[in-house]
């Protein structure tokens, strides 16, 4: 809402986290308020990043809307498997070997405020998507909770070694089944973002997903507060207690 305040022409690039799954930065779709709102454009690794391509949309949606939102993952590569964030700088390394991706939508600004010279800005949520409890679904707290009580029952079984895993039900209802998994079996894998899902020129996401994902966010919640700051339960490690 705030990008289309202005009488001239933006762009605004928000940088997500996924690496190289694209389901977070798809999840942007839903921000939707109408058909053909914003975000206009939407950037998952899956697919190769094409930089003149990328020029292109950009034009189009300038001329189209005049103030334009692109959501692009933070792993997004070009078609050389070269990551954006490597076009300015070596970046590091973490201990698991992975890259520590940042930068993209920096990367990004840039060229847009050079290509074209509009008022361009970016927006890297990190962890701020992660840890917003207060916008927390019905559906995820419970999903949460139930996921909890079965790793809490599993460890009394005398289990180890395992991770819990959530299976959807295969039907109309929306429904989670909830099992152990040898977690050598799940550590470091990636389950990629299918790539039917991916509509337009590789810029858009279709129903189907908009379709399979709503029931994740559905249910709210009251937003809990204490002393205008948000009521977070947490762990007291000097008396072990929950406050």
């Not at 970046?91 to 990004?108: E, Y």
């Not at 949520?125 to 996921?147: F, H, Y």
């Not at 395992?162 to 040898?182: F, N, S, T």
Request: charged share 20%.
């Amino acid at each position: 809402m705030d990008s289309q305040v202005y009488n001239t022409s933006s762009v605004t690039i928000v940088e997500i986290m996924g690496r190289n799954a694209g389901w977070l930065t798809a999840s942007s779709v839903l921000a939707r308020l109408y058909p053909g709102a914003n975000p206009a454009l939407i950037y998952l690794p899956e697919v190769s990043f094409s930089v003149d391509r990328f020029f292109k949309d950009i034009q189009e949606e300038i001329e189209k809307r005049g103030n334009v939102v692109v959501c692009v993952s933070e792993g997004v590569r070009d078609e050389n498997n070269v990551l954006l964030c490597e076009y300015a700088q070596q970046i590091a390394v973490d201990t698991f070997g992975h890259k520590n991706l940042t930068g993209c939508g920096k990367q990004l600004e840039n060229m847009v405020r050079a290509k074209f010279g509009v008022k361009t800005r970016s927006v890297e949520l990190n962890v701020t998507q992660r840890c917003l409890a207060s916008l927390v679904s019905e559906t995820d707290l419970g999903e949460a909770v139930a996921a909890g009580v079965h790793g809490v029952n599993a460890a009394l079984q005398g289990k180890s070694g395992q991770m819990i895993a959530c299976r959807r039900a295969e039907q109309d209802v929306y429904q989670l089944g909830y099992e152990c998994v040898d977690v050598n079996l799940v550590c470091n894998q990636e389950k990629a973002f299918p790539l039917e899902w991916i509509t337009g020129r590789g810029n858009d996401i279709g129903e189907a997903f908009i379709d399979y994902a709503l029931p994740l966010i559905a249910g709210e919640l009251p937003r809990l507060m204490r002393d205008g700051l948000p009521a977070y339960c947490c762990l007291d490690t000097k008396t072990m207690r929950l406050r």
